[in-house]
Nanobody, 122 residues
Framework: QVQLVESGGGLVQAGGSLRLTCAAS????????AGWFRQAPGKEREFVAG????????TYATSGKGRFTISRDNAENTIYLQMNRLEPKDTAVYYC???????????????WGQGTQVTVSS
């Protein structure tokens, strides 16, 4: 059974930082394109960042470039999302995902975590 468990969300003031963690069981992150999505109230879920090839390749949505950094610890089967200079518009539920694909229809994933709430106050 595949489980992705996120942690690290919370309430932070604008300009602050948070580090999200996703621990996997039942799959090995090193074998998958893994990453993070987010869904704000009233909006569709959107891709935030992805990492693959044992960390050699990373990609970011425009919204997080320069502020967010995705990384992985293959030995711990864990991925991270370091978020700096957070803004109120970053407020959302953040989901860990594995088995990400990027098609003409957009991003999707085979496996999802339960999500962790990130709230950025102004």
């Amino acid at each position: 059974q595949v489980q992705l468990v996120e942690s690290g969300g919370g309430l932070v003031q604008a300009g602050g930082s948070l580090r999200l963690t996703c621990a996997a069981s039942g799959i090995s992150f090193v074998s998958y394109w893994a990453g993070w999505f987010r869904q704000a109230p009233g909006k569709e879920r959107e891709f935030v960042a992805g990492i693959k090839w044992s960390g050699a390749f990373t990609t970011y949505a425009t919204s997080g470039k320069g502020r967010f950094t995705i990384s992985r610890d293959n030995a711990e089967n864990t991925i991270y999302l370091q978020m700096n200079r957070l803004e109120p518009k970053d407020t959302a539920v953040y989901y860990c995902a594995a088995g990400i694909t990027d098609t003409s229809a957009g991003y999707s994933a085979d496996y999802w975590g339960q999500g962790t709430q990130v709230t950025v106050s102004s």
